[in-house]
């Protein structure tokens, strides 16, 4: 579901901003226990914490993890994952009885399938006697509070992808930023055109892992996802717009308009695309991404020019996902402890906050009077280091220490800018014990019938048909009558 929110101070409208097992599992729920206000917590000894973003070992997360425990006295453990790894050893922690203390999901289809298998610490009197909540993060809170109870903190702020077009390609060609649909097709016709153009427009995949907003503006106003319409959830899937979307991608990818690898494309080989200099079009993520693809797009293609525009007419926004959040697993032993010391911590507007934005002080970034100095990237010694694990404007509390400002690069700005302008907030799907059982194989078939229209196996209209018996087969009316608390 989407709604109209008031984008916060860390969409970053300013270009200066101040920056602000083990010990762990086995079996009581964090419940009533606002009790941290009134009684002294105990601290943890050690947290096993599972992340999938954040220092690599090349990053040296090593000396993050000891400066961590120099300064909390808690032995930390974790190492760093990518995150096809990361899902599959989660889930398999669980299944094990070794589930993490501390770990995250991404919020919007993860953290209410968790919460549905009675996964998660009920995290709510926590949160409400914490004071993370301010009016300015609100926002963030509300798009993961599910049937009104918090069972994760947002791990940093929303944010969500926009379209970055070749503005060179642009000049060369007399044509101007695409307004609406048709200029937006006649545009990728144009740049196929051009001899330096391999792919018009590049995505990744059509349906999974957030290929629905990097084809926004083949989508426009629908989605495959659960959506509400008119205070109902509904299969987006099934809807009479998504006849629209699916013919327009599959005319697209006829043409050979849209990347004609996208239903195998990952994320990394779609920004590789678009780093090589061959691609028009690519939507993406904003934030700390926009220089990123700018920089390294000008490192093979030293005049290339690149410009984030704003939503064609058609598609009306952007969309702001549903922030990914840390949890703590309902066994942890002392969730008010790693709740305090780790979950708050993170978010603690001062030593906390610093070393999980910025890293270790002398090997990730050095103090320049009263700003921080990001440190060279070990992995690309051009640039520098972006992050620790959440990005310092993309932070859900501001820094209190008014010696710790950051400088922010004008490109991240700018295109938080068309975020908080034209963004529409997500928000998680309803806890649904059916959805849970039957979600892996939806989430198989939405793809399988998607990718089968787009690339003509299919006719628009008998794979939408098909798809609306073979859902039916698997129970998705049952699931939405358990989203919508019908019986």
Known sequence: MKKRVKILVALGVATVMSMSALAGCAGKSSGGSSAQNTKEVKKPEKILWYINVGLSAQQKYEEWKIDFTKKTGIELDFT?????????????????????????????????RYASQGALADLTDLVKASGLITNENKAAWDSV???????????????????????????????????????????????????????????????EDQAVTYLKDFYQDATPEFTKVDGKWVDGMQQENMKGALKRMQDAYKEGLLDQEVVTNTTSACRDKWFSGGVGVFNYWAANWAPQLDDRLKANVPTAQMVAIPPI???KNYLLRVPAVTCISKDCKNVEGVFKYFVQYMHDGGEGQILFQNGVE????????????????????KEPLQKAFYAPYSAITPMKDSTKNIVVDSRVTSSNQLMAKYGIQSIARPVSKK?????????????????????????????????????????????????????
């Open 313 to 315: 007419k058609e598609s």
């Open 435 to 487: 959805l849970a059982k039957i979600n892996g194989d939806l989430i198989k078939l939405k793809a399988k019938s998607i990718a089968q229209i787009v690339m003509g196996k299919s006719s628009v209209e008998d794979g939408f048909n098909a798809y609306i018996n073979e859902a039916k087969n698997l129970g998705i009316d049952d699931v939405i009558k358990e989203m919508n608390g019908d019986k």
């Open 362 to 381: 002398g090997v990730h970034w050095k103090q320049d009077g009263d700003y921080i100095t990001m440190l060279e990237n070990p992995e690309n010694p």
């Open 80 to 112: 760093p994952m990518n995150n096809n790894d990361y899902k599959q050893n989660l889930e398999l922690a669980f299944a094990s009885k070794k589930a993490p203390d501390v770990f995250n999901l991404a919020g919007e289809d993860d953290l209410p």
């Open 145 to 207: 509070t599910i049937d009104g109870k918090i069972y994760g903190v947002p791990f940093e702020l929303n944010s969500g992808t926009i379209t970055y077009v070749r503005k060179d390609w642009l000049d060369k060609l007399g044509l101007k930023v695409p307004t609406t649909y048709d200029e937006y097709i006649n545009m990728l016709r144009a740049f196929k055109t051009l001899p330096e153009c391999k792919t018009p427009v590049t995505a990744a995949k059509l349906y």
